[in-house]
Structures are given as C-alpha cells and as structure tokens.
C-alpha cells in the first residue's frame, strides 16, 4: 500500500509531503496507481519549482519513498502560488485514493 502523509502548519497550509511504499496493484512497469501517484507526485513538485521558482527540499529513497518540504519565509504571490499547486495535487491524488482505496491511504497530521 502506498502511505501519504500530509502535513500542515496551524494555518492549514501544507508543510511536507511524505509517501511511501508501493501500491502492489500490479507487477512493477504496469502498476497504475504507482504511476499515477509518481506523475501527480513529481509533477506538483516540478511545477512549484519551475513556475514559482521555489526549490523544495527533496528526499528520494528505494521502496517508493519520497518525502518534499515546502520552504517557510515565502510570503506574497510566490506562497500562494506554490500552496495552490500543492492543494491541487492533493485533489488529484485523493481522486486515486477514491479510486484505488485498497491501494492507497492519504492521512492529514
């Protein structure tokens, strides 16, 4: 099952992404979901850090791991920017979530 931890500052905005673990949907190379939480995962954080010229801290491990934090001191356009895109890649991987129930499970600290 792939575990994604989201968590989020006392104003709600989000703070760090942790995902983990593989969705075992289907053999590796054909697992949907895996794919899917991969493209919607690196995506957000590549579109943050081309279009809001923010460079998220990024750790990358084996077994499915990927873990980024937004940086704090951002103020103005680029944070709202920057939040916007990450609640959207939330939106689409809890559209997997409901989907894929069985696969992956999206907790909120």
Sequence with gaps: MIEINITRASNQLLKSVTISG???Y???GKDIVCAGVSAVTFGAANAVEELCGIA????QGKSGFLRFVIPTGMDGDKLEKTHFLMEGMLVSLKTIEESYSDFIKITTN
């Design 22 to 24: 593989h969705a075992e």
């Design 26 to 28: 289907d053999e590796p």
């Design 56 to 59: 998220l801290h990024v750790e």
